[in-house]
């Protein structure tokens, strides 16, 4: 059964180092997500992205990340400049369609970033 | 500001034993409401999607339904491998699709 892979599992870094964090999503989706999860929090939403563009973003996608699909399976969340508050879970998602199939999305097994 | 709000927080059962899990949210306008499975350690798993008042999707021994205000996601006899988190999240009307997600259900089966 095809799966949104990520890595690494878990990431720590310095604060204020930059973190690329990787996702390959289904093959023949179009549409993926990048979401985090701090511990014991909701999950949120941070960005979408479709035909080699942001969708959307909420809020707490700002100046410090970016994401891009370098070539035709990968897609990435950079984090520029590191802050204790980015530890979180990172989970990456893809969907076949957007719009009402938003929400039929496949996630990845995350990556634990830490930041100290 | 939407709101999306899950209970119980963590619900414990004996296998076999019934219940229902609740989500209520305050949206201007529901575009589609969304419940998704959470193993520890590992991403969302997608279940079921609603999109109108009496709705209602079943999997195996889930079923979810929607009114106006609030959605339950039944379990039927559960079983030890049922046990995760449970999460819903409500998409609303309007330009954007960002989700928003309840803090989720932590259920546990007892064998």
């Known amino acids: 059964e095809p799966e949104v892979t990520q890595t690494p599992s878990h990431q720590v870094t310095q604060m204020g180092q930059e973190v690329i964090l990787r996702c390959v999503p289904i093959s023949n989706h179009l549409y993926f997500y990048w979401y985090r999860q701090i511990l014991g929090q909701k999950v949120e939403f941070l960005v979408s992205?479709?035909?080699?563009?942001?969708?959307?973003k909420s809020e707490i996608f700002d100046d410090q990340f970016s994401v891009e699909r370098p070539d035709g399976s990968n897609f990435t969340l950079k984090i520029r400049s590191t802050k204790l508050e980015d530890s979180a879970m990172y989970f990456c998602a893809s969907s076949e369609r957007g719009g009402r199939g938003f929400n039929e999305q496949f996630f990845g097994p995350g990556t634990r970033l830490t930041v100290l | 500001e939407d709101q999306v709000t899950q209970s119980p927080e963590a619900l414990r059962l004996q296998e076999g034993e019934s219940s229902s899990l609740n989500c209520s949210y305050t949206?201007?306008?529901?575009?589609?409401l969304f419940w998704y499975r959470q193993d520890p350690g590992k991403g969302p798993e997608f279940l079921f999607t609603l999109y109108s008042a009496g709705e209602e999707k079943e999997k195996e021994r889930l079923k979810a339904t929607l009114t106006k205000k609030e959605s339950f996601l039944h379990i039927t006899a559960p079983k030890p491998e049922d046990s995760a988190t449970y999460l819903c999240a409500v998409q609303a009307s309007g330009g954007s699709y960002i989700p928003t997600f309840g803090r989720g259900t932590s259920l546990i089966v007892h064998p």
């Open positions: 949206v201007s306008g529901l575009r589609g």
């Open positions: 992205f479709y035909n080699n563009e942001i969708s959307e």
